[in-house]
């Protein structure tokens, strides 16, 4: 199994311009998650899917942030426009929704700078 | 919102000895979930206990979880250089998991 795969590794661009982090989840997952991790606010929960459907997403910080997930094997994190306080390790994850309690699978992250 | 705190912020001990780590938290919980980060990387899953578990083992790795005070501990024996990293407690309320800031062992030689 390839794990959650995220693309890019590592971005840097500037103020005002678009942003798009992909990710591919676990084969079979059907929770997918976006996180944010910075020095200052550790690790975020920005929005999470069950089934390809948006269930959460009070922590996406503002109108600028978007996510989508068309089908179960990929979702993006858009990002328009972007500015230099999005800078930032963004982290995808997923898991497989069970009673008994989840274990979260998490990619290595898109690392983006703003500038 | 932080759910789970941990404590201490850092940690630094020699190689071979044991290291503790809690973390506190402020609601109900069905599970608590321990993960580990190296530098650059993503979190990895180490152990998960119920709200109905009091202690669980894997490995080199002792996890307690007192509900009625809502704290976990996470105990490393006979630590190594390896095991350095940045430790984080997750809770999960049902809603998603929700992580603590971490403490950064470091295992010196």
């Known amino acids: 199994d390839a794990g959650v795969i995220q693309s890019p590794r590592h971005e840097v661009t500037e103020m005002g311009q678009e942003v798009t982090l992909r990710c591919k989840p676990i084969?079979?997952?059907?929770?997918l998650f976006w996180y944010r991790q910075t020095m200052m606010r550790g690790l975020e929960l920005l929005i999470y899917?069950?089934?390809?459907?948006?269930?959460?997403d009070s922590g996406m910080p503002e109108d600028r942030f978007s996510a989508k997930m068309p089908n179960a094997s990929f979702s993006t994190l858009k990002i328009q426009p972007s500015e230099p306080r999005d800078s930032a390790v963004y982290f995808c994850?997923?898991?497989?929704?069970?009673?008994?309690?989840?274990?979260?699978?998490f990619g290595e992250g898109s690392w983006l700078t703003v500038v | 919102s932080q759910q789970g705190e941990e404590d201490p912020q850092a940690l630094s001990i020699q190689e071979g000895e044991n290291a503790t780590m809690n973390c506190s938290y402020k609601?109900?919980?069905?599970?608590l979930q321990w993960y580990r980060q190296n530098s650059g990387r993503g979190l990895v899953h180490l152990i998960l206990?119920?709200?109905?578990?009091r202690e669980k083992h894997s490995g080199r790795l002792r996890v307690t979880l007192d509900t009625s005070k809502k704290s976990s501990s996470l105990l490393i024996t006979a630590s190594r250089a390896a095991d350095t990293a940045s430790y984080f407690c997750?809770?999960?309320?049902?809603?998603?998991?929700?992580f603590g800031k971490g403490t950064h062992l470091i295992i010196q030689p």
């Open positions: 994850a997923s898991s497989f929704a069970r009673s008994s309690g989840n274990t979260i699978y």
């Open positions: 084969s079979g997952h059907n929770s």
């Open positions: 899917f069950n089934n390809n459907v948006p269930i959460d």
């Open positions: 609601t109900s919980i069905n599970n």
């Open positions: 206990i119920r709200s109905n578990e």
């Open positions: 997750a809770t999960d309320s049902g809603d998603g998991l929700t």
